[in-house]
């Protein structure tokens, strides 16, 4: 072979190496990533972005500091954020961030969160800032792209989706809004690489801009009326939103924007808080207008008469049994948060309601002392005062028939579904027998229960409440927090709630008509206790007033409503500026119990002190973290902070 | 950007499909061997054509050279070859054109076909056969030297001296010469003429120059090497009794550090790091296996390798690319060799010892110190009594420590290893087999490592070589179903008056935890299964000098199955109150629920190269070319599935529980490609000037479109100035100076918490893992439903780091390389590292950012080794190797936060990575400190009588955690806000990983026995001693170590080590601080050999070859200063559920027996 045969080998061999090179050898395939087009191509597969967005509701239930905590309601242990904000320690630098326990944030730093998974951790914030707009930018996500795609769409389904994403994107703006007034609105998803950084920067909306944003937004879903009223209760898509939960809201978030706090020439927030015009408008309406109740008052009437006349919704006959998987969104249930045992469970049952030590009798029958929960609910001596008696009289009102020596004796009904008090019977559908809770100081048993003042995990007032425990949750002795099997959804609205707005509303804007006496009434009916003529005749529109405030704190108790409402009211720098109480029983003859138990009313202690608490002003509105106005330098601060 | 377009004019051709075209030139390969040259296979000789006048003979010998293979040897001394002749011959043999071209002279010409020699020599000369006999010693000693290789040169005639040294040996001619070689000695090559008896001496090999060193895709000589490199034999890296060599790399040579990830069995591999840490991101080198990137250095049985190069400067690591940043470590095999076949066999059996384990306290003094906290004598009788009581009735009172009670210290480790190798000129071949096994501290724990080796090297023509080798590996990995490590921590912290172990053998628990039942309760076992195969077909092209192709292929498939059993953790309790004689164990079951879970992973990666190769030498120009086209591919697939066992606990899936519910399944898969264009370019004028580029254009699929390919030039000089006549002559004992310079780029692939960033440039969504049924995304109508959500916005932009090196250094030989240093020192530049971004958007904008290429860090370093040995006349052979390396980085920019805490990630900048940020302790409140009482009923009024609390009326007005009182640490308010917080937050430590790594190695040698003793050691790593031995009760009334109990603070003994007793323990101590911090310097002796070489004269009698036995051991002594736990260990957490496993201690015994 000589030198030519072998160079044409060669040429014939390189030809054929570099011929036929087509596909980029470095293309290769991501199957974890799904892209647009992909996940909107159908109705089902865009429902699975939807649902995701269903996941960004507040898990409440989850949550150890619920919102009651931050009250005059409760009072828990020292280490929650509730109880360092119930000190005024509120600033823009603690509001956000896992080790300064900020206020309204429950949140454990988990390396799952974000991704939405990761309910049986703890982590769940009301008013964080961060969270909420990730959860207004899968709505906005949502909506940009169906109308991208709606070619691929039924546009039945279409209609809907939009509705249940927009409000849910609503709701999200609500809490916002309560819990900072004006904020910043945005309805797209922002793209650095679209945009200048600087257009990123969204500068607060009004108060009345963002109350305007949210009740038209609530307006339009129901005049589209593509949602149900109410889905069935056995539809595969209960749970979802409905014209009835976003009119609920409409009607709840024009209540609070007419009230005192915000209602006024001075918002409450600025008031001795140096507020500048600007801030003023921000965190209120900036003047009182009287057709604020009368619009809020509108819009309850409108699902009283619509919904409710309708029998789409009802009150619940069997209050008892409320708060049971078997009764979950029955006819009064408007929107709840849906958990389900093993796979989106609940931590309700290990963090709030019951006792929080149970004597349990073992397999010897022994009784041994089996902890529960941590009993995070403890109610003050505030709250359980304001349960009226059984004859529908408050205990202080001539006639009521308290005893202060057996102040447990011919209360409303609804106390002894919803607390727990000393000598109270418990059995939850588990247990085997029926167990007597004590809250005595007793020297002779100590460890059972004894109400201690000292700074564990036991109550702190003599009471526990046990409403919205699910009564089929067995925990295991002590370790509760790996229990899984409570699938007890958490309820943002219900009916009752929605007679106390039209109620409230209607008394302020035209007084104490007849439809406001038969609103409170349907509840106190449905409670068991006597109605407002049958106990007090006729109201004056302020005696109304208070009978409603009261009426509100007992129905709705332990559902983190009262946060809201004592705020709204301005109430929140007289009921947190006060000494709150306990109930301290302690045996006459103590080293042999041999003598009476002795009730008496004392002042709530901690650490052997009394519990010092402070409301400040600037506490109507948080602050915006100081991340946050870093990040964005339009945003102006709220007053006081 | 000239070079990008330069590569792509070369490229256009086939960048769109890179892989295809390095997968045809393999094929081109094949084909090559195939048509080129075969004559001398199929027996077709080769022909020549020639046709010159007036020419000198010499000058035909060139001709010839450039038409065939052929090497002329001869004397440049014989005149005749200067005579000018003219010669004509068509179509004729070799052995024709040669009669033609001597017939006018004296000359006359031997062909040796087998390697292409033709031998010219005088006429007559040539001479009879006839038989030589000889005998070698070594020149220094004069002792006889046994098994020396003598070979007839050009062929593969040869044999071995026998005990006495002496060789027997019949030569062809006159004319013949031999070569002598002996390991450890230099050959020595001898005429023959016509004697029959000869004497030869060999010297012993000092340090060989001319050593060849395997570099990046080839080998280079020693003598022209540029860049910064250190080898280590695999006789050393062998030495010390594990399971792979990442545990006994570092402190052999420069430039390696590492840190332990503790001792268990089979999941040991340490982190290794080549001149410290350069990178926020992912920090391991990059590892080649025989030439092809392969992540296997811990399937590589250590006695199967011949040798380990680590590449360190730009030069070295170019050819990686963006795999080369973080240096390289390229391993070698052994192949076969030309010569006598030998078989090698070689065993060892050792025993295992924790180097140091957590010494607890025992009952009595548990409760003693559990009193003093509690400051109540509640438990006097019970401390008075104990031992009485524990005597008569050890169950109801027990004394439990899991070191005694449950693990076994002392484990046995075992290693077979048999080699074969052999071969002659035209094949050669290496086999082996090795098994290594070793066990844990407790039941259910243990590697099994089985090896299987094969290499070929076949001449299959005279220009072509075939290479082929398979490196196999199977490993079982025993492993308890629960963490074995969270097992330990559970067992470390047990409380000793609860009971461990039974009388009966039967186990108890304490707080719930049964280390026993948790022991018992399943298992965890992988087996992995790992082949790497290559093929590589090595071809010269005759028509240019020099000029060489070469194609590899190669193929490692792995796959791994795990199996988990996890069954309900079960142990017994007693009736505490009945007599011993009436007890009954009853058994307490975990409510977990049986479950079987079983995963396989299967990955296969590809590795075509091409390769073209040039060298050649014009008179004092040496250039040396080479270019590589490699293209890579992996994919890799898992599957698993689990049920959960109700009824019958029968470990196999079939066998589970029908409920489908519980049943579990998952999957996935992935591709990946690379394609890289290698170069180097080296030049030499008469071996004292060196210059050399090299570099690689590298692409990765990791990045996006466009933004793929990248491009990483180095350029290096070196200067042997000792060559220089000026020095040469005037300086003999300066044997070699050579000054080496380097500058160039590498690259590292961007990483997220370990793994590869791939596809960050998609906007994507991703589905909830199990279509909702693990993690629905939500509920309705009581019904899970699966979800998808965006983990971050896209990264469009993401690249890899680039890191620019320089290197300056000298290597130094004196008197004849008795002693060698090399010093070196480099600096990095670290860029495009991926940290959170600092570009910020409103927290409005709702979505996390990706992690952007913004990070920079710069390393600086300085290495320096030494090696020396001298045999003396008497025969005592001393040797010394030593080398030291000191890495240390600093972070210029980054976005971490170093703590985790919030820590501003500002502090971070300017120190070097891994600072360890935390309060600064002021030591201990003191009882002096303690003034005043504060009255309940008047605030304001003092009352100056100490209360055992420090606070406000003791003047003190800083907050830290909690009550303080005298004996709790004193932390610095260092910004002054009487608040201590992360504000306050400084540099407390180093980082844990060391900035200097040393190790010497001293070895003397002595008629047959040696010794050498392997120190290693390592200093600017500070570790936490905050653990269960010394924090009491720290973790809900665990059990405390010795090292609190008897240092801890007390009003008499205020210059304790450790805080005040308290329990529960206050926070207020625990808190992040230099307190405990300390220092983690150490020196290790990690391995003494003694071992003895049996006489060649006893050997003879058994037909053995060598026999050599030995003792060894490993981690015997440490020099710390810390010294209840393990130094290099302890810088492991144990405070999240996890305790480490003890580094063990290895004494053993081998025999290495040759045949």
Redesign the interface.
């Given at each position: 072979?000589n030198?030519i045969n072998?160079l044409k080998?060669?040429v014939i061999?390189?030809f054929?190496?570099?011929s036929?090179?087509?596909?980029?050898?470095?293309?290769?395939?991501?199957?974890?990533?799904?892209?647009?087009a992909v996940?909107f191509s159908s109705d089902d597969a865009a429902?699975?972005?939807l649902?995701?967005c269903?996941?960004g509701l507040w898990k409440n239930n989850n949550s150890p500091d619920q919102p009651d905590l931050y009250t005059d309601d409760c009072d828990a242990t020292y280490y929650w954020p509730s109880a360092n904000w119930k000190q005024g320690n509120v600033t823009p630098e603690n509001i956000e961030?896992?080790?300064e326990r900020a206020p309204f944030h429950y949140n454990t730093p988990t390396s799952g969160s974000?991704?939405?998974?990761d309910y049986d951790n703890n982590s769940d914030t009301y008013a964080d800032?961060?969270q909420a707009?990730?959860?207004?930018?899968?709505c906005?996500?949502f909506i940009q792209q169906v109308k991208k795609y709606a070619n691929n769409f039924s546009k039945d389904w279409m209609n809907k989706r939009i509705d249940e994403a927009k409000f849910l994107r609503a709701f999200t703006y609500s809490f916002l809004f309560m819990h900072y007034g004006g904020v910043?609105i945005?309805t797209q998803?922002?793209s650095?690489t679209l945009v200048d950084?600087s257009e990123?920067?969204?500068p607060r909306s009004t108060f009345e801009e963002t109350f305007n944003f949210i009740t038209s937004q609530l307006d339009s879903i129901v005049k589209n009326n593509a949602m149900p009223v109410k889905?069935n209760i056995?539809?595969?898509?209960?749970?979802?939103a409905t014209l009835g939960a976003a009119l609920a809201l409409k009607g709840w978030i024009e209540l609070f924007a007419a009230s005192p706090a915000f209602n006024a020439t001075v918002p409450a927030a600025c008031n001795g808080t140096g507020a500048s015009p600007e801030q003023v408008k921000l965190t209120g309406f900036g003047d009182y207008d009287i057709n604020r109740w009368a619009k809020a008052a509108a819009t309850n009437k409108q699902f009283i008469d619509s919904f409710g006349a309708t029998k789409k919704y009802q009150l619940f006959t069997d209050l008892a049994k409320f708060w049971t998987e078997e009764n979950?969104y029955n006819s009064e249930v408007i929107f709840d948060r849906?958990?389900?045992a093993n796979?989106?469970w609940s931590n309700f049952s290990c963090w709030g309601g019951g006792p929080v030590h149970v004597h349990n009798k073992n397999a010897k029958g022994e009784i041994v002392d089996d902890k529960l929960n941590w009993g995070n609910y403890d109610p003050t001596e505030e709250l359980i005062d304001d349960y009226s008696m059984a004859n529908g009289k408050h205990i202080e009102e001539a006639g009521s028939g308290y005893d202060p020596q057996k102040p447990y004796v011919g209360r409303d009904p609804r106390f002894y579904m919803w607390v727990v008090y000393d000598g109270a019977p418990y059995k939850l559908d588990w247990m085997t027998f029926t167990d007597t809770i004590y809250y005595r100081i007793n020297k002779v048993h100590p460890e059972l229960n004894e109400l201690d003042f000292r700074t564990d995990d036991r109550s702190n007032t003599g009471y526990n409440s046990r409403k919205r425990v699910n009564p089929k949750v067995e925990q295991?002795g002590g370790g509760v927090l790996t229990v899984k099997t409570d699938?007890l959804n958490y309820v943002f609205f219900r009916y009752a709630e929605v007679l106390l707005n039209y109620a409230e509303a209607q008394n302020e804007a035209t007084g104490p008509d007849a439809t406001v006496y038969d609103a409170i009434d349907q509840i106190r009916i449905r409670a068991g206790i006597p109605t407002l003529e049958a106990t007090y005749g006729t109201l004056s529109k302020d005696q109304m007033r208070d009978i409603i405030h009261r009426e509100r704190r007992v129905e709705l108790s332990f559902e983190n409503k009262r946060i809201y409402d004592i705020i709204r009211w301005r109430i929140a720098e007289v009921v947190l500026n006060e000494t709150l109480h306990a109930m301290v029983i302690r045996n006459t003859s103590p080293s042999d119990n041999s003598g009476v138990w002795h009730y008496q009313v004392d002042t709530l202690r901690f650490n052997n002190k009394e519990h010092y608490h402070v409301f400040l002003n600037k506490m109507y509105l948080l602050p915006f973290?100081q991340?946050?106005i870093?990040?964005?330098s339009k945003?102006i601060q709220n007053p006081g902070y | 950007m000239k070079h990008v377009k330069f590569y792509d004019l070369v490229l256009n051709f086939c960048r769109s499909n890179p892989y295809l075209f390095i997968k045809r030139f393999f094929l081109f390969i094949i084909f090559l061997a195939v048509f080129l040259l075969p004559q001398e296979i199929y027996g077709q000789e080769k022909t020549y054509t020639i046709d010159l006048q007036n020419v000198k003979i010499k000058d035909v010998f060139k001709v010839i050279e450039g038409q065939s293979a052929y090497r002329f040897f001869y004397n440049t001394e014989l005149n005749e070859i200067n005579k000018v002749i003219t010669i004509s011959v068509k179509d004729a043999s070799i052995e024709d054109v040669l009669n033609k071209l001597f017939s006018s002279t004296d000359l006359s010409f031997t062909v040796l076909k087998s390697n292409n020699q033709i031998v010219i020599a005088p006429k007559g000369t040539t001479g009879k056969q006839h038989t030589v006999k000889g005998s070698v010693s070594d020149n220094v000693t004069s002792e006889p030297l046994i098994g020396v290789n003598v070979v007839v040169e050009g062929t593969a005639k040869g044999t071995n001296t026998d005990i006495n040294g002496e060789f027997t040996l019949e030569v062809p001619g006159d004319n013949t010469n031999l070569n002598i070689s002996y390991v450890g000695y230099i050959s020595e090559m001898i005429s023959v003429g016509t004697q029959t008896s000869v004497v030869i001496k060999l010297n012993p090999e000092v340090k060989k120059l001319d050593e060849v060193v395997v570099v990046g895709y080839g080998t280079q000589k020693k003598t022209s090497i540029t860049g910064s490199f250190a080898t280590v034999k695999g006789s050393q890296v062998s030495e010390s009794p594990v399971a792979n060599i990442s545990n006994s790399i570092a402190g052999r040579v420069s430039g390696i550090s590492m840190r332990p990830k503790g001792g268990q069995p089979g999941q040991d591999n340490p982190d290794i790091h080549i001149r410290g840490i350069a990178t926020t991101g992912n920090n391991a080198p990059l590892i080649v296996v025989d030439g092809i990137i392969r992540n296997n250095i811990n399937q590589i049985d250590p006695s199967t390798i011949e040798s380990v190069t680590v590449l360190k400067d730009a030069a070295a690591v170019a050819p990686y690319g963006m795999g080369g940043a973080n240096g390289v470590i390229l391993i070698t095999t052994k192949s076969g060799k030309s010569g006598e076949t030998t078989l090698n066999f070689s065993y060892y059996f050792g025993i295992q010892t924790p180097t140091v384990y957590p010494k607890m306290l025992n009952a009595k003094d548990y409760m003693t110190l559990s009193d003093s906290a509690a400051n109540s004598n509640s438990n006097q009788y019970l401390i008075a009594n104990y031992d009485r009581l524990h005597a008569q009735d050890p169950d109801k009172y027990p004394n439990s420590n899991f070191y005694n009670d449950v693990s076994n210290l002392s484990v046995p480790i075992q290693n077979y290893n048999m080699q074969l190798i052999g071969g002659n000129e035209k094949i050669k071949y290496f086999a082996g087999l090795g098994y290594f096994q070793q066990d844990g501290m407790f039941e259910n724990l243990g590697y099994t490592h089985y090896n299987f080796n094969l290499k070929l090297e076949t001449q299959a023509t005279t220009t072509t070589k075939v290479y082929a080798s398979v490196l196999g590996s199977i490993e079982k990995i025993k492993s308890t179903s629960d963490d074995a490590l969270w097992i330990l921590w559970n067992s470390v912290k047990f409380i000793p008056t609860d009971p461990m172990v039974y009388s009966n053998g039967l186990w108890g628990a304490s707080q719930g935890f049964s280390p026993e039942g948790s022991i018992k309760a399943g298992y965890n076992n992988c087996r992995a299964n790992t082949l790497m195969s290559s093929i590589s077909i090595e071809q010269q092209l005759p028509f240019i000098k020099g000029l060489s192709i070469r194609g590899t292929f190669s193929y490692d498939p792995t796959d791994s199955t795990t199996k988990n059993w996890s069954i309900p953790t079960t142990y017994y309790q007693f009736d505490t109150s009945l007599a011993p004689a009436n007890r009954v164990f009853s058994k307490n079951t975990g409510s977990t629920a049986t479950t079987l879970t079983e995963t396989l992973k299967q990955s296969a990666n590809y590795t075509y190269q091409a390769y073209l190769n040039y060298a050649n030498t014009f008179g004092k120009h040496e250039i040396t070319v080479l270019g590589v086209a490699e293209a890579r591919q992996s994919t890799v697939s898992s599957f698993f599935a689990s049920n959960e066992f109700p009824i019958i606990r029968v470990d196999e899936l079939s066998l589970g529980g029908s409920n489908t519910a519980k049943f579990g399944v998952g999957g996935g898969s992935s591709t990946g490609s690379q394609v890289g264009y290698v170069y180097r370019v080296g030049y030499n004028y008469s071996n004292k000037y060196f210059i050399e580029a090299a570099g690689r254009y590298d692409g990765h699929y990791t990045f996006a479109p466009g933004k793929r390919y990248g491009y990483f030039p180095s350029y290096s000089a070196a200067w042997r100035v000792s060559e220089e006549s000026f020095l040469k002559d005037r300086f003999a004992w300066l044997y070699n100076l050579k000054i080496r310079a380097s500058w160039g780029k590498s690259g590292n692939l961007p990483y997220i918490n370990g793994q590869l960033a791939e596809f960050q440039y998609l906007n994507g969504y991703t589905l909830y893992p199990n279509r909702g049924k693990t993690f629905p995304a939500y509920v309705f109508g009581n019904t899970p439903v699966s979800g998808s959500y965006i983990p971050q916005e896209s990264n469009p932009g993401i690249t890899w780091e680039t890191s620019t090196k320089t290197n300056v250094g000298f290597d130094l030989g004196l008197w004849k390389g008795l002693v060698n240093f090399e010093v070196d020192y480099f600096h990095e530049d670290r860029n495009n590292m991926l940290i959170p971004p600092s570009t910020t958007v409103p927290i409005e904008y709702g979505i996390t950012l990706a992690l952007d290429n913004s990070g920079v860090m710069t390393n600086n370093g300085v290495e320096v080794s030494l090696n020396s040995s001298y045999k003396f006349q008497n025969g005592i052979e001393v040797g010394l190797a030593a080398n030291y390396s000191y890495a240390k980085n600093k972070v210029i920019k980054s976005t971490y936060d170093p703590t985790g805490q919030s820590t501003p990630p500002e502090l971070l900048a300017g120190k070097p990575f891994g600072t360890q940020f935390g309060y600064h302790s002021l030591g201990y409140f003191s009882p002096a400190e303690d003034i005043a009482e504060i009255d309940p009923k008047n605030r304001k009024h003092k009352i100056s009588v100490p209360d055992d609390m420090i606070d406000t009326c003791d003047g003190y007005y800083v907050k830290q955690f909690g009550i303080l009182r005298p004996g709790y640490i004193k932390y610095a308010d260092l910004n002054h806000d009487n608040k201590i917080g992360v504000e306050d937050f400084t540099v407390i430590g180093n980082p844990t990983y060391p900035s200097t790594t040393y190790g010497f190695t001293p070895s003397i040698g002595w008629k047959g026995f040696d010794l050498s003793l392997f120190f290693q050691g390592a200093a600017g790593a500070s570790i936490s001693i905050a653990n269960f031995q010394s924090q009491p009760f720290s973790n809900n009334k665990s059990n405390t170590g010795y090292e609190y109990y008897n240092n801890y603070w007390r009003r008499d003994r205020q210059n304790a080590t450790y805080p005040r007793l308290d329990a529960p323990l206050s926070s207020n101590n625990t808190q992040v601080s230099d307190f405990w911090l300390r220092n983690s310097d150490y020196l290790r002796l990690k391995n003494l050999i003694f071992g003895y070489r049996v006489p060649a004269k006893i050997l003879k009698y058994i037909g053995v070859k060598a026999l050599r036995a030995y003792f060894s051991g490993q981690n015997l002594l440490t020099f710390s200063k810390v010294k209840f736990i393990d130094p290099e260990e302890a810088s492991l957490p144990v405070f999240q559920g996890k305790y480490y496993y003890p580094l063990q201690k290895v004494y053993t015994f081998g025999v290495d027996v040759t045949f």
């Open positions: 072979m030198k072998i080998y060669t061999s390189l054929l190496i570099l036929s090179c087509k596909k980029d050898f470095l293309e290769n395939t991501s199957k974890q990533n799904i892209n647009d996940q429902d699975l972005y649902n995701n269903y996941n961030g896992f080790g974000g991704t939405g998974f800032l961060t707009y990730t959860r207004i930018r899968n906005n996500t910043p945005i998803p922002q650095r950084s990123l920067k969204v889905y056995t539809s595969p898509d209960a749970g979802r979950e849906q958990h389900l796979s989106m295991s699938g973290s991340q946050a870093n990040r964005n945003l | -």
